[in-house]
């Protein structure tokens, strides 16, 4: 009886526990100090959670990111994909391992991105930020369609239907 009911109680814990850890892990604010910059990592995390394995394609062709270490922060490490995007992105414009700036910033994810790319001179308003965003945002468009074919599918659909008769007076 005890062996039934503690099988019963671990399969009902693990039934709503990955709900739950669903929802918290979908409130990804990235704190970068610039709106348009939150706005396009938020964006673009969501897209990378509807496909992880396009996230992962861009990041390996684009910024050379290797494979398995994007597999290991966005799997067992749990990191929000925005933020795996964002270290390697600027761990590509400054020319070094992705690897360590995700390690640099690890004890530093509470407070956000903002202190930290400060730290490497990427201030608001230079050109290094205004690069970071632009890739960001062009990352961001080219994952967004990817996101939601069944959306543009419907709209097409609705495009060719015929108009609605009107009833006989």
């Known amino acids: 009886m005890k062996i039934r009911t503690v099988c019963l109680l671990a399969s009902l814990a693990c039934a709503f526990a990955l709900p739950l850890a669903a929802k ?6 990235p704190r970068s100090g610039d709106a348009a910059l939150d706005s396009d990592l938020i964006a673009l995390d ?9 996230l992962i394609d861009a990041m390996v062709s684009e910024l050379g990111a290797p494979r398995y270490l994007l597999r290991e922060y966005l799997g067992p490490k749990r990191w929000a994909p925005g933020d795996v995007y964002c270290a390697c992105a600027i761990a ?11 390690r640099e910033y690890e004890p530093r994810r ?15 308003g230079t050109s290094g ?20 074919p069944e959306a543009s599918m419907k709209q097409d659909v609705a495009a060719d239907a015929p108009p609605a008769k009107e009833g006989k007076k």
């Not at 509470?110 to 608001?124: H, I, K, N, Q, T």
């Not at 965003?133 to 369609?145: F, Q, S, T, V, Y």
């Open 46 to 54: 969501e897209a990378a959670r509807a496909s992880q394995s396009a």
């Open 24 to 29: 918290v892990a979908t409130n990804y604010l």
């Open 110 to 124: 509470s407070e956000g991105w903002s202190a930290f790319v400060r730290s490497f001179g990427l201030l608001p």
């Open 92 to 102: 590509y414009q400054l020319q070094r391992p992705c690897l360590d700036m995700l």
């Open 129 to 148: 930020f205004d690069v970071l965003k632009e890739r960001i945002g062009k990352a961001r468009a080219r994952l967004a369609p990817a996101q939601a």
